[in-house]
């Protein structure tokens, strides 16, 4: 069942029968931010972060095609976080947009990357926001993650896992969080189910097979990078005990042109759990 928001939601066919659901707030005539959510996220992800900025700034955010209210559909590429990047690309183009602040949460802050290091004409900055990417994977600890990650791993989960896992990205999960794990348990009640868990496997198995580690020194524009010092996702702790998320956050010296800002009393859901210093870093960085 499609989610439902509490912006108006518009529509973009990126191929026939295909579309990709997108929120359009703020001022037309606005400086751009565009947001990318993460795995097994939505335009939800960027609700406090749109409250705060729209009245100055034109919001858009997307759900990833196969995601929220997008058609429940798994693009056919090989690469598909590349294929997301292309959708992107089209849609922003279709809209004529430019100088657009890229803005990517986890999964979606690999996405931007991608995006970004096709340096494409409409893109003036980057901001990435707990970025996956930065931590890298032997090929043996891909398989182990892909493993787990598998269709039938998320058709299997029971709502004290899939509450479990919410949990794991915040530090205080707020009360309004409540309506993200509703459409994730109403989910499992729907005909194209099957189709979430496979574009959520397939995603996973994207971000392992499109490494973008060493490329970060070939980003050439302003970049600001935030991760929440409490963390619980990246890195992981399974399979890099002793790694921290200072020392992948630390990743940020190889772009050029970056700066890095720890946040407090937020974990990997950083633009939610402590959206004021968030929302104040991203205005900081988009006025300068």
Not at 30 to 39: D, E, K, T
Not at 91 to 113: C, D, K, P, R, Y
Not at 238 to 266: R, W
Request: glycine residues 6%; contains cysteine; aromatic residues 10%.
């Amino acid at each position: 069942m499609a989610q439902t928001y509490k912006y108006p939601v518009h529509h973009f066919e990126y191929q026939p029968g295909q579309t990709m659901a997108y929120i359009d707030e703020g001022p037309t005539d606005a400086p751009v931010l565009f947001m990318i959510h993460g795995l097994g996220g939505s335009i939800k992800h960027w609700y406090p972060t749109i409250e705060a900025l729209s009245s100055a700034h034109r919001c858009i955010a997307i759900d990833l095609p196969g995601y929220g209210a997008s058609t429940p559909y798994l693009l056919s590429e090989n690469d598909l976080l590349n294929a997301f990047s292309q959708v992107i690309d089209q849609f922003i183009s279709s809209l004529n947009l430019s100088e657009i602040v890229l803005t990517g949460h986890s999964m979606g802050g690999q996405i931007a990357i991608i995006t970004t290091l096709k340096k494409p004409t409409w893109l003036k900055s980057l901001i990435l926001a707990a970025p996956a990417g930065f931590e890298t994977f032997s090929d043996k600890e891909k398989e182990l993650l892909h493993s787990l990650t598998t269709p039938e791993v998320f058709q299997s989960q029971t709502e004290e896992q899939i509450r479990a896992a919410f949990a794991l990205n915040f530090v205080k999960q707020p009360s309004w969080i409540e309506e993200m794990i509703q459409d994730r348990l109403d989910m499992r009640a729907s005909e194209h189910f099957e189709t979430y868990c496979k574009v959520r496997s397939e995603a996973v198995n994207g971000m392992l097979s499109h490494p973008v580690r060493d490329r970060l020194p070939l980003i050439d524009v302003p970049t600001l990078v935030l991760f929440g010092r409490e963390d619980k996702l990246i890195p992981n702790t399974y399979l890099h005990p002793d790694l921290t998320v200072s020392k992948v956050a630390g990743g940020y010296q190889d772009i050029p042109n970056a700066k890095l800002h720890m946040l407090e009393s937020a974990g990997h859901m950083l633009q939610i759990d402590n959206s004021t210093a968030f929302n104040e870093h991203l205005l900081t960085f988009i006025k300068n």
